[in-house]
């Protein structure tokens, strides 16, 4: 029987070949142990922030890097809700209390910016934007934003814009729960709960991302769709007439339905709405809701 002795480039190769063996093969344990969660729901209905709590609570907290990042979205968010204010409280004909927000309402109305903004960039709408918070006329018209279309972190975002209007500012968590930026594809995130790895993927809920929903069904575990409960009495961004709660109970009735999930679980998880952002007294559904 012929012996052959391997030179040292050949052992290098079989050594490498049976590591990535190795490592392909604890590849598959791990995906059998791991738990796959589908996040669906329409847009707004809270996905994305129900991530970044979980990653709270659960994986590896935001690092002050990692909320600096969130920094320039959360001055767009300010600026953009109060120019959305702005024009509303001229379309319902609200009066300002202070004559002189007329022209603050001129600054923030030529806001265009698209790109990055630093806090010396922000530093040149703080005036207006404050003065504008303090007025009675767009305080009122932030009550009756279920007639128009705003951001439901508003409220607390202008609550707090002493602090967030300081240059070195450094948004804390909270800050990063209220941030908002509108979900484009498909996002994935690994976080480990109790031992047991949970793979979330997050997908965009508004109208035009929803036909990327389907490359997502392979393996999954479970479906968690999210409805923001507080958005009874609010219609789409997407055509401004349809009513976000029955919008919702449309796409639950379509996923519910489909032959892909007919042996996954489904979680309905209803997101009631952060304090700032509550009707002030008991929600009145049947003004906006047929079947209640």
Not at 166 to 188: F, H
Not at 202 to 226: A, M, Y
Request: with cysteine; proline share 3%; hydrophobic share 35%.
């Amino acid at each position: 029987m012929a012996c052959f002795a391997l030179d040292d480039e050949t052992k290098e190769a079989v050594r490498r070949s049976r590591l990535i063996d190795r490592q392909l093969a604890q590849e598959k344990r791990n995906l059998r142990q791991e738990i796959k969660i589908l996040l669906l729901g329409a847009g707004e209905s809270g996905k994305t922030t129900f991530l970044k709590q979980m990653r709270i609570i659960h994986g590896e907290d935001y690092s002050e890097q990692d909320r600096l990042e969130f920094r320039s979205s959360i001055y767009h968010n300010i600026l953009k809700g109060m120019k959305i204010l702005v024009e509303a409280r001229r379309r319902l004909q609200i009066p300002l209390s202070n004559p002189q927000c007329d022209e603050y309402s001129q600054v923030i109305t030529n806001y265009h910016r698209t790109g990055e903004i630093t806090p010396e960039d922000f530093q040149e709408y703080t005036g207006a934007l404050t003065a504008l918070w303090k007025d009675a006329g767009i305080r009122e018209t932030e009550k009756r934003k279920n007639e128009f279309q705003l951001g439901d972190n508003m409220a607390y975002l202008l609550n707090n814009l002493d602090r967030i209007g300081q240059v070195g500012y450094i948004p804390n968590k909270e800050d990063v729960l209220y941030a908002r930026k509108a979900t484009r594809g498909v996002y994935e995130y690994l976080i480990n709960i109790k031992g047991v790895p949970f793979r979330f993927v997050d997908v965009g809920g508004q109208r035009s991302q929803r036909q990327k929903w389907f490359q997502c069904f392979d393996e999954v575990t479970s479906v968690l769709f999210l409805v923001s409960s507080s958005s009874f009495d609010q219609t789409l961004l997407e055509d401004r007439v349809t009513n976000r709660m029955v919008e919702s109970v449309n796409i639950f009735d379509t996923i519910v339905n489909n032959r892909c999930f007919r042996t996954v679980s489904i979680i309905l998880f209803f997101q009631q709405g952060r304090p700032s952002n509550r009707k002030d007294q008991v929600p009145e559904y049947q003004g906006f809701l047929p079947r209640f």
